[in-house]
């Protein structure tokens, strides 16, 4: 394991993508986001799509010179056609549509399709939340990697959920997860680390129980987490990321372009109900409340939004760690791209 500094993850980051035929705006909103993946304590959506992505824009799944656009729209929805650019570009498009809209019309829907990956999706929830808007984001991956409940073999991908509430301090509420057990970097990165992974995590191909991170690429899946009511949600990301907006399902056959997301947004404005004022105010003071309730020994109860916190202030001192094996294929990368590394 290496730590490296922010800012030269970051700067490396921008020469990387850049180096690609990468606006400069683009590269830097896309490396800010895996940047704070890490920082954030999110290893799984971090820097180790330095080389992933590098390898989807050669294969031409990523078109770097292309910019998404709004294909259909009212007064409170859009439909954006993210025209396979970066993915994170394509999803924060939803997000600054969906707030602008929500703010004059106090409700709004937002999707997009032909989406690449975009990454953290906490990330576009918490923006807006710092916005003062809530948002719902609803995501689905169309390559399967989870069983359903009491299903054998892949049928879904990991679909994220993710929902942030402005709270009246600099840490918005924020539930950020993957409707399976764990996302499936969570196990890239177990793999780049050479550990095991808990038992509970995934299944090998047939079916048996495992340790070994190894089991997803040799025909094992991930399982969903919760049971039957994992699987709910799981299916709900589905039909609002992929159906909805007509984005590839995990169900499809389809395997090309590799891990496309269909994107659906929901924002409100608190004005529309009980004000944003008062909103604040009886959040925080519920917050409050839930971190003042008696915890278990050794432990503390804590809210959502506020591990990533902690997580960010100590990274920002210390540096993001970053497994020697992920490490040295970006020093790869570089030497391919002419980039040069510290």
């Known amino acids: 394991m290496v730590v490296i500094p922010v800012e030269e993850l970051r700067e490396l980051g921008i020469k990387i993508f850049k180096a690609q035929g990468a606006s400069e705006e683009h590269a830097r909103f896309l490396v800010e986001t895996l940047v704070e993946a890490n920082l954030t304590g999110h290893d799984s959506h971090g820097v180790h799509y330095y080389v992933m992505y590098s390898q989807r824009i050669e294969e031409g ?32 498009k939803v997000a600054e549509t969906a707030v602008l809209k929500a703010r004059e019309h106090m409700v709004a829907a937002v999707g997009a399709y032909n989406c690449n990956h975009i990454g953290r999706i906490g990330y576009y929830t918490e923006w807006a939340a710092k916005h003062d808007i809530i948002a719902n984001f609803y995501v689905n991956v169309g390559h399967p990697a989870v069983s359903v409940h009491n299903g054998l073999g892949k049928a879904f991908g990991t679909n994220p959920f993710s929902v942030s509430v402005p709270t009246g301090s600099d840490t918005p509420f924020l539930v950020d997860y993957a409707t399976s057990v764990v996302a499936a970097g969570k196990v890239s990165v177990a793999r780049a680390k050479k550990s095991r992974i808990p038992r509970h995590w995934v299944r090998d191909r047939y079916g048996r129980v495992t340790d070994d991170p190894n089991a997803t690429l040799e025909g094992g899946w991930l399982l969903p987490f919760g049971d039957y009511k994992g699987q709910g ?12 907006t007509g984005s590839r399902t995990g169900l499809s056959g389809v395997t090309t372009p590799p891990s496309p997301n269909g994107v659906f947004m929901m924002a409100v404005n608190p004005e529309a109900f009980v004000g944003l004022d008062e909103f604040k105010g009886r959040t925080a003071e519920l917050l409050d409340r839930v971190k003042a309730l ?36 970006i020093r790869a990368l570089c030497g391919r791209l002419g980039v040069e590394v510290k």
Request: charged share 30%; glycine share 8%.
């Open 294 to 329: 008696p915890a278990v020994a050794g432990e503390r109860v804590m809210v959502p939004g506020e591990p990533e916190k902690e997580s960010k202030e100590r990274r920002l001192r210390e540096g993001i760690p970053v497994p020697d094996s992920t490490w040295d294929a």
């Open 233 to 244: 949600l799981q299916m709900a990301s589905e039909l609002l990321g992929a159906v909805l």
């Open 61 to 92: 799944h990523i078109k770097v010179d292309e910019e998404p656009v709004v294909v259909k729209e009212s007064p409170s929805s859009a439909f954006i056609d993210g025209r396979w650019t970066f993915g994170q570009v394509t999803a924060m």
